[in-house]
Structure formats: structure tokens, C-alpha cells
């Protein structure tokens, strides 16, 4: 079965660090494109960051410079370092694979989600 | 940056209604336009990519529109389980999402 399954989550100080993992069953990580989505309580979907399957990374300008997405290939496992992190990062995180052809890229599969809440 | 302005932000509808949800692009995103449904406390499931292209396992009462900088998510004989709420998604230029569309039972 493919599957996303996020970890990681809690509830950290403003200023303080947390790693997101995504542990991958049924397809490999490293071959496709994996993405991180958040969204806020009550909000709607934000995009946070892109990691290609040749390495390259791209973030949301809200992000960049405090996270650093990676992957474990042989744990077949993405992951989010969160670095600096402010009230306004608090929402939960979803992991998600890019489904990606020559005229399109879409979020085809999705983790469950894991909450991260920033507060002191 | 790419902004997707989608409307309206909510809906009341009846079952069997078609219902009609539009996603507007701040510049052309060519056919880089994806549409996702979302239930409370779950995660978004993909529903259309391309913007017409019907994700597998997806009922065929779902569909879209559109090119350029105006699309439409267009649900035919509306059902119990499509209470929910949807987002566009354009990728053409980074990911943005449009603020969602909450299908409420009318």
C-alpha cells in the first residue's frame, strides 16, 4: 500500500528547534518529488517546501532560511527541520508526494498530518 | 507571487445539485491547476490535476475547466459524502492554494 506517515509533532517555545519525519511505504522517496504542506488551525493549505528527486530545494519565502527539508534514503523517509520557529509556524504538517508530468505537478498523496504548536 | 483567488467561499446546496466552484490566478498558470477536497480532521485528497484531468478512483461527477487564469471545479448530482471543502492548487510558478470553498448542505 503507498502511504505517508508523518511524526515529530508537539508543542516547542518560539525560538525553539523541531525535526518532522515522513516515513514512505510503497513507492521510493528518492525517485519522486516530496513536498511539505501546512495549514494553520481554522486556515487554509499553505506549501512550504519541495524537495526534487535530484536534490534541489525550494521553500516558501515564509519559511526560508529557518527550514531545511532532507531526505534519508535508506529509510525511505523525508524530513522537515524547523529552526527559529514563531507562533505563526503553528498549524499541522503534512507530508505529500508530487505526482509530476510534462503540464502538471500535484500533491497525490497525502500523510495524516502531525501538529506542531509554538507557544510559550 | 502567484495569487489564487477562488469563490465563493461557501456554498449551500442540496443532494443531486450541481454545484460550480471557480478558481481565479493573479497571471496565467497555463493548465498547472489542481483541485483537492478536504473533511475535517482529514487530509486534502486529490481530486482533479491538469485542470480537467480526473485523478484516479475519483467518481466521474467531479470535473474541470478552465486554462489561463480561470478555471471551474464543477460537481454534477451532488452526494452525501461531497460535503466538504475544496481547494484549487496551481503549481506553475511554486504551489500556491486558493482560501477554500466550504459545500455546506443546504
Known amino acids: 500500500e503507498v502511504q505517508l506517515v508523518e511524526s515529530g509533532g508537539g508543542l516547542i517555545q518560539p525560538g525553539g528547534s523541531l525535526r518532522l519525519s515522513c516515513v514512505a511505504s510503497g513507492f521510493i522517496v528518492s525517485s519522486n518529488y516530496m513536498s511539505w504542506v501546512r495549514q494553520a488551525p481554522g486556515k487554509g493549505l499553505e506549501w512550504v517546501s519541495v524537495l526534487y528527486s535530484s536534490g534541489t530545494t525550494h521553500y516558501a519565502d515564509s519559511v526560508k532560511g529557518r527550514f531545511t527539508i532532507s531526505r534519508d534514503n535508506s529509510k525511505n523517509t523525508l524530513y522537515l527541520q524547523m529552526n527559529s520557529l514563531r507562533a505563526e509556524d503553528t498549524a499541522v504538517y503534512y507530508c505529500?508526494?508530487?505526482?509530476?508530468?510534462?503540464?502538471?505537478?500535484?500533491?497525490?498523496?497525502w500523510g495524516q498530518g502531525t501538529m506542531v504548536t509554538v507557544s510559550s | 507571487d502567484i495569487q489564487m483567488t477562488q469563490s465563493p467561499s461557501s456554498l449551500s446546496a442540496s443532494i443531486g445539485d450541481r454545484v460550480t466552484i471557480t478558481c481565479r490566478a493573479s497571471?496565467?498558470?497555463?493548465?498547472?491547476l489542481n483541485w483537492y477536497q478536504q473533511k475535517p480532521g482529514k487530509a486534502p485528497n486529490l481530486l482533479i490535476y491538469?485542470?480537467?484531468s480526473l485523478q484516479s478512483g475519483v467518481p466521474s461527477r467531479f470535473s474541470g475547466s478552465g486554462s489561463g487564469t480561470d478555471f471551474t471545479l464543477t460537481i454534477t448530482n451532488l452526494q452525501p459524502e461531497d460535503f466538504a471543502t475544496y481547494f484549487c492548487q496551481q503549481s506553475y510558478r511554486a504551489r500556491t492554494f486558493g482560501r477554500g470553498t466550504k459545500v455546506e448542505i443546504k
Open positions: 497571471q496565467s498558470i497555463t493548465t498547472f
Open positions: 491538469a485542470a480537467s
Open positions: 505529500a508526494r508530487v505526482l509530476v508530468g510534462t503540464t502538471y505537478d500535484a500533491f497525490d498523496i
